[in-house]
């Protein structure tokens, strides 16, 4: 935001420069060509069509309305915060990057099995950190566990790594990829089968069983 002030003042300063000089050093002129204009746009508009008149004045005052309250809303909104106090610290403090947590929580999650691609969003609250992810997840995967083994590495991050307190438990917002062509899902897990007996022990119940 502090950018485009400075684009908006500068641009209008480069405006006022030139139009401020030249009224102050010609003022009659200036005034004079003023009212001729205003005279002339006040008669044409007075040979208007009087509900045009009024529905195109109602619509230019709601469009720079709009346009006004938009950059009074950009000027008054508090900006996010960049960094976060680390809690679990004594004798001193110290802070964190918002860029820093995003790029821990990635390198934690990147090489969790069936996990594509991350992207962690990371806000302030207060002294409190929110954490939300969105994850594209490979085809085929148990998504329930999936997403517990997500929230409990974003925690272990944030509150072991980081030293950062949690605002609220993460949000894991999941999207599973298309399979690929030719490509099949993982198998499910199923339990090994035992082995089967071997020939000597199978004599052996044999023998019991004549007995």
């Known amino acids: 935001m502090n950018t485009f002030n400075r684009i908006v003042i500068v641009l209008l300063l480069l405006i006022l420069i030139p139009v401020l000089s030249y009224i102050f050093i010609v003022p009659h002129v200036?005034?004079?060509?003023?009212?001729?204009?205003?005279?002339?746009?006040?008669?044409?508009?007075?040979?208007?069509?009087?509900?045009?008149?009024?529905?195109?004045?109602?619509?230019?005052?709601?469009?720079?309305?709009?346009?006004?309250?938009?950059?009074?809303?950009?000027?008054?909104?508090?900006?996010?915060?960049?960094?976060?106090?680390?809690?679990?610290?004594?004798?001193?403090?110290?802070?964190?990057?918002?860029?820093?947590?995003?790029?821990?929580?990635?390198?934690?999650?990147?090489?969790?099995?069936?996990?594509?691609?991350?992207?962690?969003?990371?806000?302030?609250?207060?002294?409190?950190?929110?954490v939300a992810v969105d994850v594209l997840v490979q085809a085929g995967y148990n998504l329930p566990e999936l997403a517990s083994r997500l929230v409990d590495e974003v925690k272990e991050v944030i509150t072991q790594e980081l030293g950062l307190q949690p605002a609220g438990d993460p949000i894991i917002r999941m999207k599973v990829a298309a399979p690929s062509k030719g490509r099949k899902p993982p198998a499910p897990s199923l339990p090994k089968p035992e082995p089967a007996p071997s020939a000597e022990e199978e004599g052996t119940e044999d023998v019991q069983q004549v007995e």
């Open 30 to 130: 200036v005034l004079g060509e003023l009212g001729a204009w205003a005279t002339a746009k006040s008669q044409a508009l007075w040979q208007m069509n009087p509900m045009m008149r009024l529905a195109g004045g109602i619509a230019a005052a709601v469009v720079v309305d709009i346009l006004f309250l938009f950059l009074i809303y950009l000027e008054l909104r508090r900006p996010k915060k960049k960094y976060i106090h680390v809690q679990k610290i004594t004798g001193g403090v110290a802070t964190l990057s918002v860029d820093s947590i995003v790029q821990q929580i990635q390198y934690r999650l990147d090489p969790l099995e069936g996990v594509i691609k991350v992207k962690p969003e990371v806000t302030a609250k207060g002294q409190k950190v929110r």
